[in-house]
């Protein structure tokens, strides 16, 4: 079983950039799809953008194109995911989930899921 810590979540001005990290422990990185999800307050978890084992492939919501980057680095056990041009509507928890299956990771239905970091953006 693989466990998921997120880190790098903060408060930001609308307009403004924020790197969150997961970090992958218990089982190796490099086995597992892995994606970013979100919940704001009063509202379902939503899928954000996910990737694939070996990093090649990506996948995104259309609410963040073009904005947020996701990557991923095996060596370190860590996935990025890369936040620029920051909105007020981007506040939320944001999680990181891994699974073996890459449509799991597509969706908000992962096996494995992180605590949360909590991304604010302020107007």
């Known amino acids: 079983q693989v466990q998921l810590i997120e880190s790098g979540g903060g408060l930001v001005q609308a307009g403004g950039a924020l790197s969150v990290s997961c970090t992958t422990s218990?089982?190796?990185?490099?086995?597992?799809?892995i994606s970013w999800c979100r919940q704001a307050p009063g509202r379902e978890r939503e899928f954000v953008e996910g990737?694939?084992?070996?990093?090649?492939?990506?996948y995104y919501t259309d609410a963040v194109k073009g904005r947020f980057t996701i990557s991923r680095d095996n060596d370190k056990n860590t996935v990025y995911l890369q936040m620029n041009s920051l909105k007020p509507e981007d506040t939320a928890v944001y999680y990181c989930?891994?699974?073996?299956?890459?449509?799991?990771?597509?969706?908000?239905?992962?096996?494995?899921w992180g605590q949360g970091t909590q991304v604010t953006v302020s107007s």
């Open positions: 989930a891994a699974d073996n299956d890459r449509i799991a990771v597509t969706t908000t239905r992962p096996d494995y």
């Open positions: 990737i694939s084992r070996s990093g090649r492939t990506t």
């Open positions: 218990g089982r190796t990185c490099s086995i597992y799809h």
